[in-house]
């Protein structure tokens, strides 16, 4: 691949994440209101800096971040995952048992994961978290989930796979027919949620075993087929 192919790559993603995030930011329900638009764009920016290895950089922009917004976590972006990680890899924090807690009882991450990867572990030995203490934050974490609404969202991407990787007679229309109900539960979601995130819906997993279909992410992209994609790229 050459520089400009490289280069040109780079953008639309970039491109596209924007896109993505503004239909969550124009729904973002913080305590203090803030349009999200910055945010998102520092987040994009410091998780570039994280995956270049680049962590004391990536540790500033989002600490800088956080004191402005409330971190919010998406299902395929974590920025606060990233700030916990640099923050240990550069010892730059004085309350390591505050950012684990929070991993676990707001963000949801899985016991197992964290003690498998050697900076987790060590802000885990640091905070003074065993697996006693795990279980009360995961109960915890669990309690706070809205479980309807995550149910409501893995039948969305049910129904969206299961027609569109059928053979039935008259699939087009199936598949319209599956894109406006989905449709009309986006907006009502909207509506009711703002975008759900991990914290109101959790992460893929809740049972750190399996993994549930909670992405919008594929429903949000159908709509430009047979849903009000205006409606969700501009409300």
């Given at each position: 691949?050459?520089?400009?192919?490289?280069?040109?790559?780079?953008?639309?993603?970039?491109?596209?994440?924007?896109?993505?995030?503004?239909?969550?930011?124009?729904?973002?329900?913080?305590?203090?209101?803030?349009?999200?638009?910055?945010?998102?764009?520092?987040?994009?920016?410091?998780?570039?800096?994280?995956?270049?290895?680049?962590?004391n950089s990536s540790y500033k922009i989002l600490n800088s971040l956080f004191k402005e917004?409330?971190?919010?976590?998406?299902?395929?972006?974590?920025?606060?995952?990233?700030?916990?990680?640099?923050?240990?890899?550069?010892?730059?924090?004085?309350?390591?048992?505050?950012?684990?807690?929070?991993?676990?009882?707001?963000?949801?991450?899985?016991?197992?994961?964290?003690?498998?990867?050697?900076?987790?572990?060590?802000?885990?030995?640091?905070?003074?978290?065993?697996?006693?203490?795990?279980?009360?934050?995961?109960?915890?974490?669990?309690?706070?989930?809205?479980?309807?609404?995550?149910?409501?969202?893995?039948?969305?991407?049910?129904?969206?796979?299961?027609?569109?990787?059928?053979?039935?007679?008259?699939?087009?229309?199936?598949?319209?027919?599956?894109?406006?109900?989905?449709?009309?539960?986006?907006k009502k979601i909207y509506k009711n949620y703002g975008f759900p995130t991990?914290?109101?819906?959790?992460?893929?997993?809740?049972?750190?075993?399996?993994?549930?279909?909670?992405?919008?992410?594929?429903?949000?992209?159908?709509?430009?087929?047979?849903?009000?994609?205006?409606?969700?790229?501009?409300?």
């Amino acid at each position: 691949m050459n520089i400009f192919k490289l280069f040109l790559r780079i953008l639309l993603s970039f491109i596209f994440v924007v896109s993505f995030f503004s239909c969550a930011l124009a729904q973002e329900k913080s305590s203090k209101n803030k349009d999200y638009t910055n945010y998102y764009l520092q987040v994009y920016k410091a998780d570039s800096l994280f995956y270049t290895g680049n962590f004391n950089s990536s540790y500033k922009i989002l600490n800088s971040l956080f004191k402005e917004y409330e971190p919010v976590e998406l299902i395929r972006y974590k920025p606060y995952k990233l700030f916990v990680y640099s923050a240990i890899k550069v010892n730059a924090s004085k309350n390591y048992k505050k950012l684990m807690k929070n991993l676990i009882s707001r963000y949801g991450y899985c016991y197992n994961d964290l003690v498998s990867d050697s900076i987790f572990l060590r802000g885990l030995k640091i905070a003074k978290i065993d697996s006693s203490d795990f279980k009360k934050l995961r109960k915890e974490y669990l309690n706070s989930l809205n479980k309807d609404l995550r149910k409501i969202i893995i039948e969305m991407n049910e129904r969206d796979q299961a027609v569109r990787l059928s053979n039935i007679e008259n699939k087009e229309k199936q598949v319209a027919k599956v894109d406006k109900k989905n449709d009309s539960l986006l907006k009502k979601i909207y509506k009711n949620y703002g975008f759900p995130t991990k914290e109101l819906i959790g992460a893929a997993s809740i049972d750190c075993k399996t993994y549930d279909k909670i992405d919008l992410l594929l429903i949000y992209n159908h709509m430009s087929y047979h849903g009000d994609y205006k409606y969700h790229r501009e409300s």
